[in-house]
């Protein structure tokens, strides 16, 4: 499979998801990253007008899932579910796109552990997250 069939295939799963309502959007991939973005709109907004960082950690946890599940092993019979997420924001945004890329820093059987810089349009660090995921077999109604 293609990376762009692969991209296909990730946005159009998010009809009727917390991405769809974000706007979240993959937008690239290579044989060991993803990248998706999402729009910076007043309902991405906290009250003072500066991007919410629950919104930015949503992008970081959504890029960092979908990684997980396209580079495991065995992507049919497991699924990569969240353990623990941690961001340290360093900048905010306004207007624009925000762009957020997973990388592996441990890629094991059972556990991945992610980074995911968002960036702004400019390429200016926003926020560095951490994530790690466990991957743990599908339920059998589940399986692909």
Do not use: W
Not at 29 to 51: C, E, I, N, W, Y
Not at 64 to 88: C, K, T
Not at 106 to 132: P, Q
Request: net charge neutral.
């Amino acid at each position: 499979m293609t990376h762009e069939e692969i991209l296909e295939i990730l946005n159009s799963r998010c009809s009727g998801t917390l991405m769809e309502t974000l706007s979240i959007e993959y937008t690239s991939m290579t044989d060991h990253s993803l990248t998706a973005r999402m729009p910076v709109t007043s309902k991405h907004l906290q009250p003072v007008g500066l991007l919410h960082g629950g919104a930015t950690v949503s992008l970081a946890e959504t890029v960092g899932s979908a990684a997980s599940q396209i580079f495991m092993e065995d992507p049919h019979n497991f699924v990569a579910v969240g353990q623990e997420i941690a961001a340290n924001h360093v900048r905010s945004a306004r207007s624009g796109y925000v762009h957020a890329t997973a990388e592996f820093l441990h890629k094991g059987r059972r556990t991945h552990v992610l980074e995911i810089r968002v960036k702004n349009d400019e390429g200016a660090l926003i926020s560095f997250v951490k994530m790690t995921n466990a991957i743990v077999p599908r339920a059998n109604k589940e399986r692909a």
